[in-house]
């Protein structure tokens, strides 16, 4: 059985975030490069010194990490971002 692993280290911003990634396996058989999509991934921090949060992938700033969105019996609430607003990236929790 062979593994394979993958490691995109750094914080990137998003306009450098790539299409796609070639994954080959080096086990001697020729099976051909596979596309893996990565997903950009982010979180929202609050950030003490300017008092406001901030998307950790393309470190744009948000008065608040929440959106408003109306429920089922049409109630209005406050929801965590589940995506960058600015980015796109996946709102994560490490």
């Known amino acids: 059985m062979s593994h394979t692993s993958l490691v995109l ?3 990137w911003p998003a ?3 790539p299409d796609y990634v070639s994954v080959e396996h080096d086990d001697g058989r020729d099976r051909g490069a596979v596309k893996y999509v990565p997903e950009l991934a ?5 950030d003490n ?3 406001d949060y901030y998307c950790s992938a393309c470190g744009e700033y948000f008065d608040t990490g929440m959106y408003v969105a109306r429920d089922s019996d ?3 609430e406050h929801k965590d971002f589940r ?7 996946k709102v994560v929790e490490e």
Do not use: K, T
């Open 83 to 89: 995506f960058c607003p600015n980015c796109g990236a």
């Open 9 to 11: 280290g750094g914080n």
């Open 49 to 51: 010194v300017h008092q």
């Open 42 to 46: 982010c979180r929202i921090v609050y």
């Open 15 to 17: 306009d450098e975030w």
């Open 74 to 76: 049409d109630w209005l």
